[in-house]
């Protein structure tokens, strides 16, 4: 794994100034503004952020929107950021959003994965740390040494995440249509929600892209609730993915019992998701990360001043 870009101006003295945390992912940004006295607090959601979906002119464009109305009234200056985005942690992707954060004239600033942000959340020394969203990784943290385990984008990660659940239902429904899969009610659940047939809405899959194809992986947990085979084997078949790549990481701890943080918005189908998975990681204990990631990138941000800026 990549480590941290950071840069700071030199003070001398620092009085009034603001803790800035964004957290980027392939469907949602998040922005917090929080000021050291407590007396501000502003938040703001955008759009996929995820420079490897949506390009990164397009990435950084919406970083400016997010920070110009976030800020607003406020001066950079006064400001310390922090942003982890999901694509962000690449030697290539980190030093471009390293040198547009650059162009603000931030108090001071760092960037990297959104992998980070969730990490400065966790208080064990070793655990394992699976991000199930749009996109999927698994990170093992064993003290200093990180290593990140999939996580390598959705031409090639094949399990874990919403796009592969939305992708593999889409699939689905397709099969059932030309008599190569079995009946399925995601056919009807698909027909409820585009208003027309999978093949008739085949197209707009394609134009739509991965956040869009991600959006409809809570059909397939619709479905589950119906006894539909179909979808269920589609959520075996991801969570199998997921728990192998857990089994990896696990062999960094030499298979003794490390704490699983899971993450991500799949997460909150724990109770459908963590009973498949425990069935084969059972030598350790799967927790779901209850807290925004967002503010783990606060706390990355309050970081950067405690160590770079306060004398």
Known sequence: MQTNNYFCESFSSVHTHY??????????????LVSSDGSVNRKLILGASNPNDIGMKNTTALLKRGIDE????????????????????SLVNRNELNQFFGQFGFMCYGNSSDI???SALITH?????VIMGTGFVVCSVNGSLKKQIGGWGWFFDN??????????AVAAALCAVDGSGLPTVLNALF????????????????NGGKSYIASFADLVFEAVKSNDKVAENIIK????????????????FDNRQIPVYIAGGLSNRKDILFPLLQQNVSNTALIALEEEPVD???????????TKVQK
């Not at 957290?23 to 940004?29: A, E, N, W």
């Not at 020394?125 to 740390?129: K, R």
């Not at 399990?159 to 593999?168: A, E, L």
Request: glycine share 16%; net charge negative.
């Open 116 to 118: 980070d942000n969730i």
């Open 191 to 206: 027909k409820d929600r585009l208003g027309e047939s999978v093949e008739q809405h085949l197209k707009s899959f394609y």
């Open 296 to 306: 783990g990138a606060i706390n990355k941000a309050m970081e950067l001043f405690n």
């Open 70 to 89: 976030i800020c607003n009234g406020l001066s950079y200056s006064d400001i310390v950021l922090y942003a982890g985005l999901s694509g962000g942690g």
């Open 19 to 32: 803790y800035l945390g964004i957290d980027g992912g392939g469907t949602k940004t998040t922005f917090k």
């Open 237 to 252: 078949n991801n969570m199998k993915y997921v728990s192998d790549r857990i089994a990896v990481a696990a062999k960094e």
């Open 159 to 168: 399990g874990g995440s919403g796009y592969s659940i939305g992708r593999d």
């Open 125 to 129: 020394h070793d655990y394992i740390l």
